[in-house]
């Protein structure tokens, strides 16, 4: 069957969400960081409380690795249940073992192969598979370092506090028809995005917000929420300290009650 972008399952759940104010939390799972065994060991702890979404993907992807972790999450009886979302770096990373996959135009760069160039060549195949496709405004911004994501997409991330170029970026975004806004330090950021950046960008869009990059603490974690974002993406330390898991996901756990 081909894909008539009509599967919106993801995406109309994250809108009720969002209409209800109840927030999401998002592990991302880097490939190149992990293996099966390590990402089962993980999985394990989702046992008690687990988040919203696994997102799989990475600047580089340097194995074969992609497909293996988004089965070893479908496969763990704990997480099975769990929609996997593919974060992917180009054309080359789709898997359609996954349930949907951001479709990413980066519009804080002006790459055109970060633009358009890696849809026109994924769309035929996307159209092929059951994947939903989830159109997202992709939109890099400056926390202090040089990371792999700005310097493998060859763009200039936003600087810090230019609050006023993030918030025309995203209201170009959503003017476009994309359906989300990403709003990202990196993988590994020195600092998170700064609560008036978020907030300034929440005013100014209606779609659903996203925010990482650099998130290290519940505390942090806490503070996107509060500014606005809708769901928010926590990676690398994850992987430098995993028991730090169940802290975040009983963190957005105790938000939604409120
Ligand atoms: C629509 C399709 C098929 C592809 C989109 C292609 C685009 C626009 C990608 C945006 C640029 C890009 C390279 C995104 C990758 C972002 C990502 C998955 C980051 C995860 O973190 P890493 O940058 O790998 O962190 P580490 O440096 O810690 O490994
Ligand atoms: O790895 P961290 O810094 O949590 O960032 C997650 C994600 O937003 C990176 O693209
Ligand atoms: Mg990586």
């Known amino acids: 069957m081909q894909n008539t972008i ?18 999401s939390l998002s592990i991302l799972i880097d490939p190149d960081k992990t293996n099966e065994k390590k990402c089962s060991e993980l999985l394990n702890f989702c046992q008690e409380t687990s988040p919203d979404f696994f997102m799989v993907g990475g600047s ?26 593919l974060f992917p770096n180009s054309y080359l990373h789709i898997s359609e073992k996954a349930d949907g ?8 760069g ?37 990371t792999t994501v700005a310097y493998i997409s060859n763009t200039t991330p936003i600087p810090y506090e230019k609050n006023d170029i993030a918030v025309c970026t995203a209201m170009a975004g959503e003017m476009l028809g994309l359906r989300m806004i990403y709003m990202d330090g990196g993988s ?27 998130i290290k603490s519940v505390n942090a974690l806490e503070k996107a929420y509060l500014a606005g974002a809708d769901m928010v993406v926590v990676g690398s330390v994850i992987e430098e300290n995993p028991q730090i898991f169940q802290d975040f996901c009983l963190k957005i756990k105790e938000l939604n009650k409120k």
């Open 6 to 23: 009509d599967n919106n399952a993801i995406y109309n759940s994250l809108l009720k969400k969002k209409e209800k104010g109840i927030k």
């Open 60 to 85: 580089l992807i340097t194995n074969n690795e992609l497909e293996k972790i988004v089965l070893c999450i479908k496969n763990h009886p704990y997480t099975a249940h769990i929609p996997v979302i």
């Open 101 to 108: 996959i951001l479709f990413l135009s980066l519009i804080s």
């Open 110 to 146: 002006r790459n055109p192969d970060y633009l358009i160039g890696n849809h026109v060549i994924a769309a035929p195949l996307l159209r092929q598979s059951k994947l939903e496709i989830m159109p997202t405004g992709y939109i890099l911004v400056n926390c202090g370092n040089q």
């Open 188 to 214: 590994g950021a020195k600092q998170a995005i700064s609560e008036e950046m978020i907030q300034a960008v929440r005013q100014a869009t209606n779609i659903p917000l996203i925010v990482g990059g650099g």
